[in-house]
């Protein structure tokens, strides 16, 4: 997956985590408007119901962010072993290259 993907993933869930939070403040405030026990026992059933399908999701969400997050340190590990051995090649080439010059200097002093 892409960063693109998971980007879009950690927005949704603080997009629904805002939306939940209207939701539940909605709620309340309709339960103070509402005088009733039968309808505030509703409402309450409601919130309680919308804030345990808000928790499932971001179970499910946490869980998704998890694993995506551990794909990327094993992929920030690979990429650090990685840059190492080509500063390891680079160091190589530059030992032979700077052996290779002397040598040239040294044939260019004894030519002249």
């Known amino acids: 997956m892409d960063i693109n993907r998971w980007v879009e993933i950690i927005g949704g869930v603080f997009a629904g985590g805002s939306g939940s939070w209207l939701l539940f403040k909605s709620a309340m405030a309709k339960n ?3 005088d ?11 919130v309680i119901e919308l804030l345990r399908a808000e928790v499932q999701r971001m ?20 990429l650090r072993k990685e840059i190492s051995a ?27």
Do not use: G, P, W, Y
């Open 32 to 34: 103070a408007a509402v």
């Open 86 to 112: 080509l500063h390891e090649t680079t160091n190589q080439l530059s030992e032979r290259l700077n052996a290779m010059q002397r040598k040239a200097d040294a044939l260019e002093q004894i030519a002249v």
């Open 59 to 78: 179970s499910t969400s946490n869980a998704e962010l998890s694993e995506a997050l551990r794909q990327f340190q094993s992929e920030n590990i690979a």
């Open 36 to 46: 009733t026990s039968i309808v505030t026992s509703e409402a309450r059933s409601d």
